[in-house]
């Protein structure tokens, strides 16, 4: 089942502008990702922040979780037409055996020269 | 490093044939392979995860009969979608994840299978 919420749904910016997409869930988790997904193409794994980290950076993003608020917040800096995707964030439940990813509903972001 | 491919990346095929999707990984042994399936516009929902050697556990609403997996090896896992039907038209997406290096919670994504039934 889904379990994370993300807005906005859609974002469309200027390159070199900045993009933030937010994801919210419902059950404690071990970690949370955030994928990129270009149209009709596979899943890229950007980052991993854990449970008791509160903020990662990796390039020109930036990704921030609130346990206590159940929300996540992904930064894209200095935005680039490359950019332009789908953005899914995903949890792993803090009982996962598997590590069992369960996804959002994803942020489509366009990205205007 | 932890490149997983699927085959075919497109399949058309006609209602009531089964097709078979393949998954695998090509520089590291999976443990796990999960299948997921995502309609147009809308979020991966998963199907299955497989263990090598053992039954796949399904996800609540995902008919086993209709989707059959097998993980038969370290680096091979399959889809079979049998007797297709126009409803099954979708993007399937497989991911693994293995021991070795890397965070043990990521996993690895093919680059998805469009399944087409007519």
């Known amino acids: 089942s889904q379990q994370g919420e993300e807005d906005p749904q859609a974002l469309s910016i200027q390159e070199g502008e900045n993009a933030t997409m937010n994801c919210s869930y419902k059950t404690s988790i071990n970690n949370l990702q955030w994928y990129r997904q270009n149209s009709g193409r596979g899943l890229v794994h950007l980052i991993l922040i854990r449970s008791n980290e509160r903020e990662k950076h990796s390039g020109r993003l930036r990704v921030t979780l609130d346990t206590s608020k159940k929300s996540s917040s992904l930064l894209i800096t200095a935005s680039r037409a490359a950019d332009t995707a789908s953005y899914f964030c995903a949890t792993v439940g803090e009982n996962s055996g598997y590590s069992t990813l369960t996804f959002g509903k994803g942020t489509m972001l366009l990205v205007s020269p | 490093g932890a490149v997983v491919s699927q085959h075919p990346s497109r399949v058309i095929c006609k209602s009531g044939t089964s097709v078979k999707i393949e998954c695998r990984s090509l520089?590291?042994?999976?443990?796990?392979m999960f299948w997921y399936r995502q309609f147009p516009k809308q979020s991966l929902m998963l199907m299955a995860t497989s263990n090598e050697g053992s039954k796949a556990t399904y996800e609540q609403g995902v008919e086993k009969d209709k989707f059959l997996i097998n993980h038969a090896s370290l680096t091979l896992s399959t889809l079979t979608v049998t007797s297709a039907h126009p409803e099954d038209s979708s993007f399937y997406i497989c991911?693994?994840?293995?021991?070795?290096?890397?965070?043990?919670?990521?996993?690895?994504f093919g680059p998805g299978t469009r399944l087409t039934v007519t």
């Open positions: 520089d590291f042994q999976a443990t796990t």
């Open positions: 991911s693994a994840k293995g021991g070795g290096a890397g965070d043990p919670h990521e996993q690895y």
